[in-house]
């Protein structure tokens, strides 16, 4: 961080260094504050595909080999071999998608609202949001499949869109909100002016500001739809997303296909997070306002 | 040098035709009745579970869940966790975002990286942690190069470290979830404010207190809210690290309706997190309360 | 933001969102074509395919292997489905009470089965016509679940042995027959191993996924007491549970983290355990001139041992009824049978001569299960029979006591007053009469004494 304290100033032309040096110190810090963290973020990431790409013997040996000298795709050939995978990533891809698209169409506008306007019920209606989150869904297997076998929809992507859906909208909800909030209102008002509607101004003006914030929003949502197991797992039977096809194997599967089955996983959610990061930083530093 | 909160919200109306129904209960609307319709019935049903015994209303099941011996610990280690956990991951994860805000190099890398835990899954995360710390991992196998003693990092009698590997596995997780939301919130900053208060002499501790977190408010209410009801809901990290041996009241929750087939008395602990969940976030939502709202700009 | 020409700001964003809607029409496509989701389980592919939901062979490899048996031996094309137990139960809970079974087969143990009775066909007919099969009459009578009509036919059955990694022999007490051990002789070896070793070698299943309850239900409590639950808190039972308290000092306390002992024991982190046999067979796959597979121990009263077994059932209202009794006469058969051994250790049901010429680790633990259920003094005990819902409740009994005198260090008799009266409390609801190793008693309810 720069110094902003004025030495008093000295009488021959002599130039004080000091702020300067201080300044390179913070920066060299600060770089190695980050790579500190970008490497306790990763040895855990590092570790997992090491292993999953290691021979089943070498994970039985100890000490550990840290390094990749046992390279192998045995496992992850296995587990990405197994009837339905192919299948269960489409259809993961399928309620990934879906839920993205009804959650934003859904809770972008709730989201805008809750910032905008002044309404009465504003506090319990975050609470009812929060509420159908802040159950352990566990207890609702039966009734809900239930519903979905009544209405017919038992069995297919849908419901498995429809309940994540219903997931994720209090995060869409509430961090678009949070978004909205730091949008000034007067470049909105400003829009108006130039002649915009208000879904025009909303459409133009408002929505690119706050694409950071749901750029965030379905980051989450997408995330927590193609890792949830549990909904997944009891509203299909033979049409499986990925994690309820496999996550549910891998509890019980030898270390090695654990590992494999973790790795394989977790590939197309990191893609999809590079994706969507541009979105999330493109205003770094811009001076737009 | 306090600035003042973020642009307030403001009655936008449409001047030129009055409506009957207003503007925000359109908006609002789709989102109630989507929870309604979908929700609705399957959450009074898993609700009533909790009383409803042969001969109706019983509480039965709320002494059964506070007399089992794994109840109390649950509920001990599930605020323990929550109250060590959620202030650190905060801290971690504002000045993460404030280091990437001081541009560094490789800025967009790094934040890649940080972001990545969200990927994975918590039985995933579970997984690759349990390999690091149990007997034969992969601490214990650097430990040993490096000719010191291996640590049973997770043994049953050893709480310390047992709450220590959990709480560093759930850090790691879930502290991007805290970062990306406050990284969108800083994105709406101008920078020009810090810079302003610089200009004025503030130093970095005085700017964060009085310009920065103010400005963060909305930001971090949302991500506190949702950290914590998150953070009631999952345990697959502290089930794969520690077996029964840290019982959280989420996962005696899923063993009483899976493994003792109890849905009643799981009914019952589901209620506990729900209504702690919702006394924690209704204190949230009011301490946090935009002051700016009453106000005008 | 007042200084940007609106007119620059809506060309960046109309670029933006046609780029939007671009990538937004071109996801629809497939997204809209595949309508209800791709087929994984194989079920729709083929008309009048039997949809077989089960809760046996979740692992990958082991669902795989179990494919290819039923490909080889069934002349009914079979999607097989493998869930875990709690997915099983509220699928087909819903599915019956929704009045729309969408299943045409159902798979699991006992324990899976019996608390969906009501939800099950009767199969009186079918084992009758099975009867050449030779099941064992024992098991007969689990099919029962309680009631006076058969719910499942026997699908297969395994129990739990004793895996040796050679290594430990040489901490094995001198003149004691490994393939005879007493109670006394595995505390005095396991005490042994971890002087001569320098820590535990010996573990147990005591993770949250583990069956160490069975060990308890079926083994040490029929081998010190004779008995399961009369005697749960007698002086024999005190007996029992001092001596799970000295061989707990001398196991590994990583434990209470092992689910399945075949990978601590692969690891050597763990060089002598009990455990189920097919979760035991793939320490010794490599290796198996390394291994020994020896019958669990005896005690006092007998060689306590469990039988553990699987049942295929038909739902009622199910979809392709005649395909599914099909498959079921298929799965008796002794080819079925004795593939499903050699791919994934399940005993067979059956009448039938084991083959000489079967895999390393498979061939160790067919010669331990024959000692040890062919021993003089075997004696049997069942998983709990008829407590339908109520099994885990009962089971968790077992693991609370190992939780209060192992882990906690409490005082064993008043731990198993307290946990008596609990269990007393459940059985009290059911009125069900004992099960083996206990007095059998048709109309007396069980109880602890």
């Known amino acids: 961080m720069t110094t ?42 590092y570790l997992i595909s090491l292993a999953a790409l290691s021979t089943r013997e070498s994970l039985n040996d100890f000490p550990l080999s840290l390094l990749p000298t046992n390279l192998s795709f045995e496992t992850l050939g296995a587990f990405l071999g197994s009837t339905g995978i192919l299948g269960a990533f489409g259809n993961s891809l399928i309620v990934g998608i879906g839920t993205l698209l009804i959650s934003a169409l859904i809770g972008i506008p709730a989201g805008y609202a809750l910032a905008r306007f002044a309404f009465p019920a504003k506090e319990p209606y975050q609470l009812f949001l929060l509420f159908t989150r802040a159950l352990p869904i566990v207890v609702l297997s039966v009734p809900l499949a239930r519903l979905f076998l009544t209405v017919d929809l038992y069995d297919t992507t849908y419901a498995v869109i429809l309940l994540h859906t219903a997931l994720a909208l209090p995060t869409t909800i509430l961090i678009s909100a949070s978004v909205f909030l730091s949008v000034p209102i007067d470049v909105e008002e400003a829009a108006r002016v130039f002649g915009c509607t208000p879904a025009g101004a909303f459409l133009k003006v408002v929505m690119p500001m706050a694409l950071p914030g749901l750029a965030a929003a379905s980051i989450f949502t997408f995330v927590m739809s193609w890792n949830e197991v549990l909904g997944a797992s009891i509203l299909t039977l033979d049409h499986r997303t990925l994690p309820a096809q496999v996550l549910t194997s891998l509890a019980d599967s030898p270390l090695a296909y654990r590992f494999a089955g973790g790795f394989a996983l977790v590939i197309p959610s990191i893609i999809f997070i590079a994706f969507m990061r541009r979105y999330l930083t493109n205003m770094w530093g811009s001076t737009i306002r | 040098m306090t600035v003042d909160s973020p642009p307030a919200p403001v009655q936008l109306d449409t001047p030129a035709r009055p409506r009957r129904i207003p503007p925000a209960v359109l908006l609002i609307a789709p989102s109630i009745v989507f929870m309604a319709l979908l929700l609705g019935w399957p959450v009074i049903q898993g609700v009533l579970q909790a009383f409803r015994g042969d001969e109706g209303f019983t509480l039965d099941y709320i002494t059964r869940m506070v007399e089992d011996p794994y109840f109390w610990p649950a509920v001990r280690n599930t605020l323990l966790l929550i109250a060590v956990m959620i202030p650190l991951q905060f801290v971690f994860a504002i000045t993460m975002a404030l280091l990437l805000r001081s541009n560094p190099r490789l800025n967009k890398v790094h934040f890649f990286v940080w972001a990545i835990p969200l990927a994975l899954s918590d039985l995933a995360a579970g997984l690759v942690w349990l390999s690091i710390f149990n007997d034969r991992g992969y601490l214990n196998s650097v430990l040993t190069s490096l000719g010191l003693d291996s640590i049973p990092w997770l043994a049953y009698d050893n709480p310390a470290t ?36 610089q200009v004025f002499g503030a130093t970095f501790w005085q700017r964060l207190r009085h310009v920065t977190l103010p400005l963060l408010k909305p930001s971090l209410q949302v991500a506190l809210i949702l950290r914590t009801i998150l953070a009631f809901q999952t345990f697959a990290v502290a089930q794969a690290l520690t077996g029964q041996n840290f019982p959280l009241v989420v996962g005696e929750t899923y063993r009483w309706y899976t493994a003792l087939q109890n849905p009643n008395v799981a009914a019952a602990l589901a209620l506990v997190i729900l209504v702690a969940s919702m006394l924690i976030s209704v204190f949230y939502l009011r301490a946090l309360r935009d002051k700016g709202q009453e106000g005008t700009r | ?93 819903t599915q019956s009470q929704a009045g729309s079974v969408r299943t045409a087969l159902l798979g ?16 009186d007919q079918l084992l009758n016509d099975l009867s050449a099969s030779g099941y064992n009459r024992e098991i007969l009578e689990l099919t029962k679940v309680g009631g006076s009509t058969s719910k499942y036919v026997p699908w297969m059955q395994a129990t739990y042995v004793v895996a040796v990694n050679k290594k430990a022999l040489q901490w094995l007490p001198n003149g004691v027959d490994v393939n005879d051990l007493t109670y006394e002789d595995f505390l005095k070896w396991a005490q042994a191993a971890k002087k001569g070793a320098g820590r535990p070698v010996f573990g147990l299943p005591a993770g949250p996924k583990g069956l160490h309850h069975r060990f308890y239900q079926g083994f040490l409590l029929p081998s010190f007491t004779g008995g399961q639950i009369t005697t749960f808190r007698n002086e024999d039972a005190v007996t029992a549970w001092e001596y799970m308290r000295d061989l707990w000092d001398a196991s590994a306390p990583a434990s209470t983290n092992f689910d399945a002992m075949q990978e601590p024991l692969a690891r050597g982190e763990v060089l002598v355990a009990w455990d189920h046999v097919a979760r035991l067979i793939d320490a010794p796959a490599d290796n198996p001139d390394e291994w020994l597979m020896v019958p669990s121990p005896r005690g006092p009263k007998g060689r306590g041992y469990m039988l553990i077994v699987a049942g295929v059932a038909l739902p009622k209202n199910g979809l392709e009824r005649d395909r599914a009794e099909q498959a079921i006469r298929g799965l008796a058969k002794p080819k079925t049978q004795i593939e499903t051994l050699r791919s994934n250790a399940f ?44 099994e885990g409740e009962v089971s968790q009994i077992f693991k609370n006591c190992f939780q209060e005198i192992c882990l906690n260090g409490s005082a064993v008799q008043s731990t198993l007053d307290d946990q008596a009266k609990q269990l007393n409390t459940i059985l009290k609801d059911l009125d069900v009469p004992c099960w083996a190793p206990d007095p059998v008693s048709p109309g007396q309810k069980c109880e602890v004494a």
């Open chain 2, 162 to 197: 047992l709450f220590l590997c959990v709480l560093v596995a759930e850090v790691w997780r879930s502290t991007s979830l805290v970062l990306v939301i406050v990284v969108s919130g800083l994105q709406g900053i101008p920078k020009d404010y810090d810079e302003a208060a």
């Open chain 1, 4 to 45: 902003t304290q004025m030495k008093p100033l000295a009488p021959q032309p002599e130039v004080d260094t000091s702020p300067l040096k201080r300044l390179r110190r913070d920066r060299a810090l600060l770089q190695a504050a980050c790579i500190v963290i970008s490497l306790f973020m990763l040895v855990p990431i």
């Open chain 3, 347 to 390: 005993f067979p049901v059956v009448q039938t001569e084991l083959p000489t010429d079967l895999a390393g680790a498979i061939a160790l633990e067919a010669a331990a299960v024959k000692l040890q259920q062919e021993s003089a003094d075997a004696r049997l005990a069942l998983p709990p029979v008829g407590l339908g819902a109520k």
């Open chain 3, 1 to 93: 933001m007042k200084n940007t020409p609106p007119q620059l700001l809506q060309r960046s964003v109309s670029r933006r969102s046609a780029l939007l809607g671009g990538i937004g029409a071109a996801l629809s496509g497939p997204f809209l074509a595949s309508c209800a989701g791709f087929d994984t389980s194989g079920a729709s592919a083929t008309k009048g395919t039997v949809g077989f939901l089960s809760t046996q062979f979740t692992p990958v490899e082991e669902k795989q292997r179990y494919e290819d048996v039923l490909k080889k031996t069934l002349n009914v094309p079979v999607a097989y489905n493998s869930v875990d137990p709690g997915v099983f139960t509220s699928t087909v809970q």
């Open chain 3, 108 to 123: 699991g143990l006992h324990g899976d089965l019996a608390p969906l009775a009501d939800s099950l066909e009767d199969v």
